[in-house]
């Protein structure tokens, strides 16, 4: 991010011209809102540093739809009601950039080097939602969490960070609402994965041990270690 609040790959220009619409920074505490279910949409967030956790509530469930971190943008999904339909919330203390919409869309009109990518930042939430939808309908459940670490992983690796050391900033039960599983699922599968020398886990940090088993795990063409 170099300190500034919208993915690189622009024009220095056009930076500073970016940097004078962004409305505020906030920092947020582990646990605290960035915005709830019903609340207005006036602006789109993005996240400097630290981790968060979206949250969708329906028939009374509530299900964990995404892990923002840092180079991501919040807000999309509020653009067409003009409410948020979900809550994010921090899950551990976090930056985020606060760029009022309206500004914002003047800007983009202006700058066909900021609308391509925001047209990227969509594109790639529409990936994030079809994935979703794979891991909750198709997979099994030993394949989602391997694809959960892949991807995972992947984030790590675009944003420069070592691609096989992975913070867990989400707890085993929040991974779960965001697979589909339980958190005694997630739990049991990780001591497979462990036992068979994929991973090792300490707490909350995870190191990817074997990352092409643990790959040909995600794409479906590697059977779960039976030890």
């Not at 949250?55 to 943008?73: E, I, S």
């Not at 066909?112 to 990936?127: D, G, K, N, T, V």
Request: hydrophobic share 45%.
């Amino acid at each position: 991010m170099n300190g500034l609040c919208l993915p690189a790959g622009l024009a220095p220009c056009d930076m500073a011209r970016i940097e004078q619409i962004v409305g505020g920074r906030r920092r947020l505490a582990r646990g605290e809102y960035l915005h709830r279910t019903g609340d207005r949409f006036q602006q789109l967030y993005a996240v400097r540093s630290g981790h968060l956790k979206t949250l969708c509530h329906a028939h009374g469930v509530n299900q964990v739809t995404g892990f923002p971190m840092a180079g991501d943008l919040l807000g999309l999904d509020a653009i067409a009601e003009g409410r948020h339909v979900c809550d994010a919330v921090a899950l551990e203390p976090c930056d985020v950039c606060e760029i009022p919409f309206d500004r914002f869309h003047a800007l983009v009109t202006a700058m066909p080097s900021l609308l391509e990518q925001f047209h990227r930042a969509l594109s790639r939430e529409i990936q994030r939602q079809q994935a979703s939808l794979f891991l909750l309908g198709n997979a099994r459940a030993e394949q989602r969490l391997a694809l959960f670490l892949v991807g995972l992983s992947a984030r790590y690796a675009a944003r420069g960070l070592p691609a096989a050391q992975l913070q867990l900033r989400m707890s085993r039960e929040d991974i779960g609402a965001y697979l589909g599983l339980t958190m005694e699922c997630i739990c049991r599968l990780l001591a497979r994965f462990r036992k068979a020398g994929w991973i090792s886990v300490t707490g909350r940090h995870l190191t990817i041990q074997d990352g092409a088993r643990l790959a040909a795990l995600a794409e479906g063409v590697c059977a779960e270690p039976l030890v």
